[in-house]
């Protein structure tokens, strides 16, 4: 929330001018009469009406993300409007031909957001192609490429809280935009004077349900490794979409694979853009798949699949004795480059500079390339050109990156659980490859210290902190290395050995991210490594936490 006192009356007449001109010049009467209402409470409601204009959305990691609300800082149909105009000004200016390929999940106001950009991609005299209901981002993404299109648009908020949603673009190679192109839409974006001067066009045409199927045939021709659906079958599968719109996907995507009937969460199989279940809608946050966990126990599942809300992201449970334990993605993302591997997939292996490094040395170990990225997937994509296999800690993965440039909670599903049915008919669990992994490569293991903040400068602020005075030591460990990306990135990594830690704020949320990284050797058995990780990295937090100045 922007801080308003000691504002002169000069400063909040301004605001209110700015006010009253968005609010004439919005297009939907609904957040007309919010805005005006907030403007009514002032100076009560000055602290929301600042905030409203502290700025407008720009695209970060995975494009614009915000509340839905009305005003520029917020995601409504003004936003979207001048968005796509924007959007459909560089598609011109750039020469690029082709329709627009639009998607969108079940979040508040997607569905509205969708239909507005159509009517402004058709204005402008180019074909808009809607996906004909909700579905997950990765349809969307194949889409893009499978209709020769000039760009694709996915409404999403992703795994943001139920407050939120966002717009994400791609460009015709079906990867989401870099720079130059995401300032340089920006720009067009801002030059939007009028949004009632935007022309308006007809309805999108709908895109024909043979996409969709292809999309599911091409991503089970890819991931599924062999003609063993006996194998498959016999594997028992937990799963849930947490209220998102994955499950009918990912249904039919095991089912054509050979898998059994998937065993789903019911109080969380049907979108509700309220997710009424877990307090964030985020596989990866406290408690969010007890339910699924829960489930997985009572049918004796092998393994426990949550995607998240618009199923870009997979998360994998495991039974650990009389528990399940949710499995990092950095785990998961060894596990299924390790099985790509030794299936001889040939290529480049990427992951992101906050992911773990064992990529590094697993992929040279079984003859491929491992490379590292910026975070993001739009980075990850673009990592090589003969791109094998991609993955993010944060439960991204692109298994099939010929299929989907972009993470793929589907496929991700589809390979790990094809993974784990291989090593139940060989009388193995995916926790037992892990520990074959550590056994040959070394025990790695992350974690991380995440700091959720309620104004975006306490960001600034705790990064300038650790920039002016880095530890010199981790965990009683000289730190032999403290690198600083500025100006290219706002990220700082700090090296000793064993040990490292990356400090950047998020791309997604108003959080700082430490992601914390120990490598311990396993002479005495993986179990006391583990033991011995787990407190380096508890340890490591609180190091961490203190040199930010902040709570564990």
């Known amino acids: ?162 407050a939120d949603n966002g717009y994400k673009v791609y460009l015709a190679d079906g990867a989401q935009i870099v720079p130059p192109a995401d300032r340089e839409i920006e ?56 209220h998102g719109v994955g499950r009918e996907i990912v249904e039919q995507a095991f089912a054509r694979a050979g898998f059994a009937p998937l065993h789903v969460v019911a109080s969380q199989a049907d979108p509700d853009p309220a997710f009424p279940t877990v307090a964030f809608p985020n596989p990866e946050e406290p408690g969010a798949v007890d339910e699924l966990v829960a489930l997985a126990s009572s049918v004796g599942a092998d393994i426990a699949i949550a995607n998240d809300p618009d199923a870009d992201r997979c998360a994998v449970a495991v039974p650990q004795g009389s528990g399940w334990r949710l499995l990092h993605g950095d785990e998961v993302g060894a596990l299924l480059a390790d099985a790509l591997l030794r299936h001889g997939v040939k290529g480049t292996y990427a992951t992101t500079i906050v992911s773990s490094s064992l990529l590094s040395t697993l992929a040279p170990a079984r003859g491929a390339r491992a490379a590292e990225t910026l975070t993001g997937f739009k980075w990850i994509v673009r990592a090589a050109d003969d791109l094998a296999f991609g993955y993010e800690e944060a439960l991204g993965y692109a298994v099939a990156p010929g299929v989907v440039r972009d993470k793929d909670g589907v496929g991700a599903a589809l390979a790990v659980a094809d993974l784990a049915a291989e090593l139940k008919a060989d009388g193995k669990t995916l926790t037992d490859r892990l520990d074959e992994l550590a056994v040959e490569f070394g025990l790695h293991a992350t974690s991380q210290l995440s700091v959720r903040v309620s104004d975006l400068s306490e960001i600034g602020s705790l990064l300038a902190r650790i920039r002016s005075a880095p530890p010199s030591s981790l965990l009683g460990r000289a730190v032999s290395e403290v690198h600083d990306r500025l100006p290219d990135a706002d990220v700082l990594t700090l090296r000793a050995p064993g040990v490292r830690v990356v400090v950047r704020p998020s791309g997604t949320e108003p959080k700082l991210k430490a992601y914390l990284e120990v490598v311990v050797p396993v002479p005495a058995g993986v179990s006391a490594a583990r033991e011995s990780a787990s407190e380096q990295l508890r340890a490591l937090r609180a190091e961490v936490a203190v040199a930010l100045g902040v709570d564990q």
Do not use: K
């Not at 600042?50 to 005003?71: E, Q, W």
């Not at 001067?197 to 024909?208: N, R, W």
């Open 187 to 242: 720009e067009r974006i801002r030059a939007v004077e009028q949004l009632a001067a935007v022309p308006l066009g007809t309805a999108a045409q709908s895109v024909d349900e043979h996409v969709i199927d292809e999309y599911l045939a091409t991503t089970v021709r890819a991931v599924v490794r062999s003609d063993d659906d006996a194998r498959r079958a016999a594997l028992r599968v937990a799963y849930t979409p947490l």
């Open 1 to 162: 929330m922007t801080e308003t006192s000691g504002w002169t009356g000069p400063e909040v007449a301004a605001l209110r001018h700015r006010t009253e001109a968005w609010i004439a010049d919005d297009p939907d009467p609904v957040t007309r009469a919010e805005l005006q209402a907030v403007l009514a409470g002032v100076p009560g409601s000055l602290d929301d009406l600042a905030d409203r204009f502290a700025g407008p959305l720009t695209f970060g990691t995975a494009g614009l993300r915000g509340p839905v609300r009305a005003g520029p800082n917020g995601m409504n149909r003004a936003v979207v409007r001048a968005a796509a105009a924007g959007l459909c000004a560089y598609l011109d200016d750039n020469g690029a031909s082709g329709p627009v390929v639009i998607g969108y999940d079940a979040r508040r106001g997607s569905a509205d957001f969708a239909a507005e950009t159509a009517a402004v991609v058709t204005g402008a005299g180019r074909a808009a192609l809607l996906l004909p209901r909700p579905l997950p981002t990765p349809v969307l993404a194949y889409a893009v490429r499978r209709l020769d299109a000039a760009a694709g648009v996915m409404v999403t908020a992703s795994h943001n809280p139920p």
